[in-house]
């Protein structure tokens, strides 16, 4: 029997942060950005869309970035939370060798170059 992987999703808070992981990820994976805010319009329309697929949530360590954590650990129950080191406080922000561990921890490929 032949195992298919998920599709990998990440939910990042911002711009600078997908900019930041995007280019550094080898596997095939869809970056998604909140902005700071979700409405429960959106909220709703990612439920049904990445029902199905591998979801990881990579936010910033600061107040902003834990209560996005939290509201989407309600919506996304079996998602993965992955966790930049709170001296970094933000995505953008930690080293892209930081980022780098984060991401492989969670078996999600990076470009060894990069960094």
Not at 6 to 11: A, G, L, M
Not at 30 to 37: Q, R, S, V
Not at 73 to 94: G, K
Request: include cysteine.
């Amino acid at each position: 029997m032949i195992m298919m992987d998920k599709e990998k999703v990440i939910i990042v808070e911002g711009r600078s942060d997908k900019k930041k992981i995007e280019g550094m990820i080898k596997d095939s994976v869809e970056i998604i950005c909140t902005n700071g805010t979700i409405s429960r319009a959106k909220l709703d329309e990612w439920i049904d869309q990445l029902y199905d697929k591998e979801v990881f949530i990579l936010v910033d360590s600061d107040e902003a970035g834990e209560r996005l954590r939290k509201q989407l650990r309600r919506e996304f129950p079996e998602a993965e939370h992955l966790y930049i080191d709170r001296m970094y406080r933000e995505v953008a922000a930690a080293p892209k060798k930081h980022i780098a561990t984060v991401l492989l921890s969670a078996n999600i490929d990076v470009y060894a170059d990069d960094w």
